[in-house]
T-cell receptor, first 112, second 114 residues
Framework: ETGVTQTPRHLVMGMTNKKSLKCEQH?????MYWYKQSAKKPLELMFV???????ENNSVPSRFSPECPNSSHLFLHLHTLQPEDSALYLC???????????FGPGTRLTVL | AQSVSQHNHHVILSEAASLELGCNYS??????LFWYVQYPGQHLQLLLK??????LVKGIKGFEAEFIKSKFSFNLRKPSVQWSDTAEYFC????????????FGQGTELSVKP
């Protein structure tokens, strides 16, 4: 497996469910990111991790909870989501915070 | 707040036509600039980037972009498009000392007719 992988690729959940999105990078990078891509809107940065520490929380509601246990893995824990949270969630990684980011294929999330 | 504007939401061209996609950013200081492409069914890929130096940067697949500081612009160009260039194109900026905070434009969908 190369690059940035994300699982699952599709997820349907009810508003009371708890689920987690997983991201793994195989590039030796030390920074990881979560983005939200909604229809007709620009990609929105949600969280930034550098060396496994969170360095940015872009005013994201607490129903989204990130976790970065090591430099290769990033999780997004979801609970009590709203239908407007339905979107494509993208993970990215980079070598250092100033360099280009490499993106995964995304998880298409639908909240019923 | 920093923002990025892409003027064209959907561009339709015939093969061999020239392409220019507009991008303007709002921050007045030093920025790093990027163009990403998303081909149908694929993930975002970097086309090119500008950090410093020559304001005309060349990327993959014959694309280039020109950084014009006085116009806060970073337009993407290709002299002759191909059907395989059909994709969505995203411009993004990052303030120099705010590493990691990449701000995207809303994207431009390019359709190339064979």
């Amino acid at each position: 497996e190369t690059g940035v992988t994300q699982t699952p690729r599709h997820l349907v959940m009810g508003m009371t469910n708890k689920k987690s999105l997983k991201c793994e990078q195989h590039l030796g990078h030390n920074a990881m990111y979560w983005y939200k891509q909604s229809a007709k809107k620009p990609l929105e940065l949600m969280f930034v991790y550098s060396l496994e520490e969170r360095v940015e929380n872009n005013s994201v509601p607490s129903r989204f909870s990130p976790e970065c246990p090591n430099s290769s893995h990033l999780f997004l824990h979801l609970h009590t989501l709203q239908p407007e949270d339905s979107a494509l969630y993208l993970c990215a990684s980079s070598l250092g915070l100033a360099n280009e980011q490499f993106f995964g294929p995304g998880t298409r999330l639908t909240v019923l | 707040a920093q923002s990025v504007s892409q003027h064209n939401h959907h561009v339709i061209l015939s093969e061999a036509a020239s392409l220019e996609l507009g991008c303007n950013y709002s921050y007045g200081g030093t920025v790093n600039l990027f163009w990403y492409v998303q081909y149908p069914g694929q993930h975002l890929q970097l086309l090119l980037k500008y950090f410093s130096g020559d304001p005309l940067v060349k990327g993959i697949k014959g694309f280039e972009a020109e950084f014009i500081k006085s116009k806060f612009s970073f337009n993407l160009r290709k002299p002759s498009v191909q059907w395989s260039d059909t994709a969505e194109y995203f411009c993004a900026s990052m303030i120099y000392n705010q590493g990691g905070k990449l701000i995207f434009g809303q994207g431009t969908e390019l359709s190339v007719k064979p």
